[in-house]
Structure formats: structure tokens, C-alpha cells
């Protein structure tokens, strides 16, 4: 009878074989992939080669403007969450009072309205203006981060006027514009 230490034995040795048999059998072109593309040695000429080689040296990374507008929207959901959390705990907790719990579920649907409100603002500013933003609202304070390289007073003021409309009462409207 097997013992179960040669029995795994002979499974990690068939599955290895298997495997090496696999690889040996593989045609030679699916080893020679470069991300995804296969070629030919013989078809690809020096100078190319050495093109590719160039380009990958002088490739540079570059920031995109978006990927500030998606830091900022990052770190503002994060913050959102732990604030939601916070008032999640004290909907669930059997120490906090029916007074407290009611003031935790008011400001979780204040909190979603906000949430409403800046995608609904940022919407407007990319329909009306054609430019990405990024809009927090803290309390009567608005803040816009617009994407443009130019900084036109013009274009900030109708913005705030944009940005006022979808109030009721007056708010401190502040726009930054970013490269």
C-alpha cells in the first residue's frame, strides 16, 4: 500500500512532467512574445531594433491632467468613508440614544445629497464649459479645481455664476485652475 507521502511525490512529479512535456511540445513562437506581440527575428531589422531601443530610453512619464482631478476625488471619498463608517457605527450601536442615531442617519442623507450635488455641478461644467473638474462642497463653501492651462477670470466667473444656480442660498465659490 501507498503511504500518502509517495503518493504526493508521484503527484507533484507527474504534474511536473506533464508540464515540462507541455513547454517542450510549445512552438516557438509563443516563447518569442514581446508583450503580447509576436515577431520574427529574422523579419525585424537592426535599425528598428535599435529605434526601439531609442524610444524606450527617451520614453518619459507624464502626469495627465485627469489624474490630478482623480487624487483629489480619492482622497475626498476616503474621507467621506470614514466619516460614513463613523455614523454607520453609531446607527448600529446599542449604547447611542434614539436622538443620536436619527442625527448619524440625517447627516448620512446630507451626506449623499452633497454627493449628488458635486457630480451634478461637475456634469454641468463639462456640458456648458467642455473642461474637467473637480467640485467639493463644505457647507456654504464650494470648491472648483478646473482643468485648463489658461487662467481666464471670465470663464471663473461664469463658472461661479454655473456653480450658484444649483443653490437655494448664497455660497463662497472659489475656482483653481490647474495645468
Not at 450601536?93 to 452633497?114: F, G, H, L, P, R
Not at 455664476?161 to 448664497?170: D, G, H, P
Amino acid at each position: 500500500m501507498i503511504n500518502k507521502q509517495s503518493l504526493w511525490f508521484l503527484t507533484l512529479f507527474s504534474l511536473i512532467l506533464v508540464l515540462s512535456v507541455y513547454y517542450i511540445t510549445m512552438p516557438n513562437e509563443l516563447l518569442l512574445t514581446n508583450n503580447g506581440n509576436t515577431e520574427k527575428t529574422s523579419s525585424v531589422s537592426s535599425d528598428s531594433k535599435e529605434k526601439k531601443e531609442q524610444d524606450q530610453k527617451e520614453a518619459k512619464v507624464t502626469i495627465q491632467e485627469s489624474e490630478t482631478l482623480v487624487t483629489m476625488r480619492v482622497t475626498l471619498e476616503e474621507e467621506r468613508e470614514k466619516q460614513m463608517a463613523d455614523l454607520k457605527t453609531t446607527l448600529t450601536s446599542e449604547v447611542a440614544t434614539a436622538s443620536e442615531k436619527n442625527d448619524a442617519y440625517e447627516q448620512m442623507k446630507v451626506m449623499d445629497e452633497i454627493k449628488a450635488k458635486e457630480s451634478t455641478i461637475e456634469q454641468q461644467i463639462k456640458d456648458n464649459f467642455s473642461l474637467d473638474s473637480f467640485v467639493k462642497i463644505d457647507g456654504t463653501n464650494v470648491k472648483v479645481v478646473v482643468v485648463k492651462k489658461d487662467h481666464d477670470s471670465n470663464l471663473a466667473n461664469q463658472i461661479m455664476k454655473k456653480v450658484q444656480e444649483n443653490f437655494s442660498e448664497k455660497v463662497y465659490t472659489t475656482v483653481k485652475f490647474e495645468k
